[in-house]
């Protein structure tokens, strides 16, 4: 800045200088300004002189920091980048009589931190008049003074300094008395003898004047009395007194004694000692005894308020002739502060995805002590992801160590001790409180690896199946969980036709009724999504089991359903109790208890005749059949299941006593509930002659076993496929699901001659049973070992391993036929032209 845009008074200089530093910058600059200045003027404009842009002046936060306790004078405008005044700025109360009056500040930017110091040098303007001690001065001088003789008075003192302080001294002019003024010594000097009796006493005007422009003055009036004979003034023993004291000394403390001597006798020998022209301040710290000079502190002494005090003395004997000595005290520092820790920034709260070494607050630590007594230096005491780094003199920056995770710490207090280098050390402490704010950085985790749900067949639409759930430990809405189903299907619906999820809580619900019968189980997959951004998920699986219910009825697969068509059993006249006569084969679709039968007789022409198996389903006779029972029996079979409650089905089971068909009466005879029909008729002739076939066959098998003498075996021990007429639609297959698979032996009357025959059926492959193929596929020498020793026929052995070679379960086809001397139905097979048979000791044979 020019000369041009201010007076010569007014004149700023600026002096910028620029050191760059990582990552602060430092630049200092110089502003001189004159005291007095209005609220608001403008000292100097930083952005300009620093280079600094206006726009980034408020998103930097600039601003100023003052050094020790001193108000806040100065202030910065953010729009215009000026530094202006804040208040009225008093040189003098700022430095008092010190040469050079420098106010030092701080110019704090952060984003990134930037410190530049401002000096300030205040400049002194004529704003304070010559002021005396006292607005009257007593003197009394003899009349014997000589001419020329001098008189010591009293200084004017001006609060300003250098040509604004005093410069000169006016005395009104008089006869008797010059004035005299040497190295601010100001002396009276007698021009002409007094004479007391012509005049006693006189007032004399003294003005001083300073050097300022507009000149400002002080006046004092000097009342003269004239005395006899007192020639000698007093003397100090030092023109000049020194002395030091620690800070904090206690009142009473005695600092030092002054000293002056009169050679005068008596009266003008008498000394007093009174301070000269003392501050205010200077007048309530210390106090000076009238008698003996002592000097005592009566205030609060702090080195850092002043560290220094110079204070005039005067000695007066007396008859009022006084002698000036000056007293110079030096305050020594004591480290009686402690050191003052100031938040200057913080980023609260920090986002937990930060980086290490970020920054994250600016702290600023003073003492008001010297020298190592104000030395500091800083430290954070807690184990925390947090250090200071020094920066610019006082200057220390809060930065991260490591990665914050507010899902296991969300708040910090961090704890920042200062300690100076004083003996003893002094320290403070300060707690920075510092928030993690939430990062959408966890997905949702469920509770469970996966989910099973159990539920009736037949349950209600909207019924609640089970909850899932998932937990986030992000916050707010980062932490916040909605569940949803995944697309997906189940027999080839749409999941969503089958369960619904509450997005809220998670609690699935059934959208439809269910069929155990149709499926058991299905699997869906759930999803938790949290509502951050961008949003975060995981899946879980939730199976869902379908119970049974007891909701079908047992279904007759042998005897056939009434009216569907008409079956007769024969039973022979010489049956002996405990015979197997007939089976009745029954399914249920259901599972487990729920489809475990029960055959009960409901209804018979001869209650004690006959009795069925409860599980078995066998029809055996009760005892042996005699001549008197009734050659028609008729028995109504009633099949229950073991559900709650229970479901059941009923057949009506049609029995002949007879030995051959020659004792069979008219079919016209035979009554039944139902309408008889000619098929009925015709299946009945049918089935007794392909019964009188076989017995013949049979008895010629047997006969040629009891001539080799051979033991009695198996018919054969292999699987036994049903007619897909006599299944339900669930078990049209063998392979399907039922009851039928299990073998059973059946004990059955032959002939006169043969008391009981085995022979086995095979029920349907159900969950408890092997499946079909492990019954089915053996190999030639297990087949062969079914049918006898090792001798068995060539035709045999040449056979099986061409069924074994090929699926056996579709090149068996079924026929239905039945034994006449057995009066049992039983299956043949006939596979791949290969004409298998196998006789036993009993007279039925099958091929």
């Known amino acids: 800045m020019g000369d041009k845009g201010f007076p010569a008074l007014f004149r700023i200089t600026c002096f910028v200088s620029v050191m760059v530093t990582i990552p602060l910058v430092r630049g200092d600059l110089s502003y001189s ?116 003789s001098r008189f010591p008075m009293g200084v004017a003192h001006d609060a300003d300094i250098g040509q604004n302080d005093v410069q000169r001294y006016i005395l009104q002019t008089n006869e008797k008395f010059t004035l005299a003024v040497e190295n601010k010594k100001v002396e009276l000097v007698l021009e002409n003898k007094l004479d007391r009796e012509k005049q006693k006493e006189m007032n004399l005007l003294l003005s001083a004047l300073d050097g300022g422009s507009p000149q400002k003055s002080g006046t004092v009036v000097i009342h003269v009395t004239v005395l006899d004979a007192n020639d000698n003034a007093p ?167 490591g990665q914050l995770d507010r899902e296991l710490v969300s708040d910090y207090n961090i704890t920042i001790t200062a300690t100076d280098e004083g003996s003893p050390p002094l320290s403070s402490s300060k707690t920075v409180q ?16 996966s989910y099973s749900a159990h539920v009736s067949e037949n349950n209600k639409p909207g019924s609640t199946l089970c909850s899932v759930s998932a937990r986030d430990p992000d916050w707010r809405q980062n932490g916040t969980v909605i569940y949803s189903l995944l697309p997906g299907e189940v027999n080839g619906a749409p999941v969503s036709s089958y369960l619904s999820v509450n997005g809220d809580t998670g609690v699935i619900h059934a959208v439809r009724s269910f069929d155990y019968e149709q499926f058991r189980s299905f699997k ?69 208890q729920n489809a475990w039968l029960s055959y009960h007789i409901v209804k018979a022409t001869d209650p004690g005749l006959f009795t069925i198996g409860l599980h078995s389903g066998e029809i055996r006779t009760q005892r042996d059949i005699s001549e008197s029972d009734s050659m028609k029996q008729n028995l109504i079979v009633a099949v229950k299941d073991n559900g709650q409650p229970s479901l059941s089905a009923t057949c009506a089971m049609y029995l002949l006593i007879s030995d051959n068909l020659a004792e069979v009466p008219e079919l016209k005879d035979i009554s039944y509930d139902e309408k008889n029909s000619k098929l009925t008729s015709y299946l009945i002739i049918a089935l007794v002659s392909v019964s009188t076939f076989f017995l013949t066959f049979i008895i010629i098998i047997l006969g040629v076993r009891f001539c080799r003498r051979r033991k009695p075996r198996l018919l054969f021990d292999g699987a036994v496929a049903i007619p897909g007429a006599y299944l339900p639609p669930n078990y049209a297959d063998v392979d399907g699901t039922g009851t039928l698979r299990s073998a059973y032996n059946y004990d059955a009357y032959l002939t006169t001659g043969s008391r009981t025959s085995d022979f086995k059926f095979v029920s349907s492959y159900n969950d408890n049973t092997l499946p079909a193929d492990q019954t089915l596929k053996k190999s030639p020498t297990e087949f062969a070992d079914m049918f006898g020793d090792s001798d068995a026929s060539p035709e045999l052995r040449d056979c099986w391993p061409k069924i074994a070679e090929k699926d056996f379960k579709r090149a068996v086809t079924s026929s239905l036929l039945m034994c006449s001397a057995c009066t049992v139905h039983v299956w043949s097979i006939w596979s791949s032209g290969c004409h298998l048979w196998k006789s036993s000791h009993h007279s039925c044979g099958w091929t």
Not at 361 to 381: A, F, L, Y
Not at 385 to 390: A, R, S, T
Not at 434 to 444: E, G, K, M, T
Request: net charge negative; proline share 6%; charged share 25%.
């Open 33 to 148: 300004f004159p005291e007095e200045m209005k609220s608001g003027s403008v000292i100097g404009n930083v952005a300009k002189d620093l280079g600094i842009n206006l726009k980034t002046l408020s998103s930097r936060k600039a601003r100023l920091d003052i050094e020790g306790t001193r108000k806040r004078n100065c202030d910065i405008n953010m729009n215009t980048g000026d530094l202006i005044t804040a208040e009225r700025i008093d040189r003098e109360s700022l430095c008092g009589k010190k040469p050079s009056c420098i106010v030092k500040i701080d110019l704090v930017l952060e984003n990134p931190l930037e410190l530049h110091r401002i000096s300030l040098h205040v400049q002194d303007v004529n704003d304070n008049s010559p002021k005396f001690r006292e607005n009257l001065i007593e003197m009394e001088i003899w009349e014997s003074a000589e001419k020329g």
């Open 434 to 449: 510092l928030s993690v704010a939430d990062i959408n950085d966890n997905p949702p985790v469920f509770e469970e690896q």
């Open 235 to 401: 003397v100090f023993t030092q023109a000049v007194y020194k002395a030091s004291l620690p800070e904090n000394s206690p009142p009473g403390t005695i600092v030092m004694t002054v000293s002056a001597t009169d050679a005068d006798e008596g009266v003008n020998g008498d000394v007093t000692y009174q301070f000269g022209h003392v501050s205010d301040d200077d007048v309530s710290l210390f106090s000076i005894d009238k008698k003996t000079g002592q000097i005592k502190i009566t205030g609060d002494i702090d080195f850092e308020a002043m560290n220094s005090y110079e204070m005039s003395i005067e000695a007066k004997d007396g008859l009022g002739l006084i002698t000036h000595s000056k007293v110079l005290i030096d305050v020594n520092d004591v480290n009686d502060n402690a050191p003052v820790i100031y938040l200057k920034s913080l980023s609260n709260p920090v986002p937990e995805n930060v980086s290490p070494d970020t920054e994250v607050g600016i702290i600023n630590v003073q003492d008001r002590d010297s020298e190592k007594n104000g030395q500091v230096h800083c430290s954070i005491q807690q184990n925390v992801p947090f250090k200071l780094v020094p920066s610019i003199k006082n200057y220390y920056s809060l930065v991260t160590t």
């Open 524 to 592: 869906v997959h759930v999803m938790a999504r949290d509502n951050g951004s961008p949003p975060l998920s995981s899946n879980v699986t939730v199976s869902v089991f379908i119970t049974d219910v007891n909701d079908n009825s047992p279904q007759i697969l042998y005897p056939a359903p009434e009216g569907s068509s008409f079956m007769t059993e024969l039973v022979p006249k010489a049956a002996h109790g405990g015979s197997l006569v007939s089976k009745v084969i029954a399914v249920d679709a259901d599972s487990g």
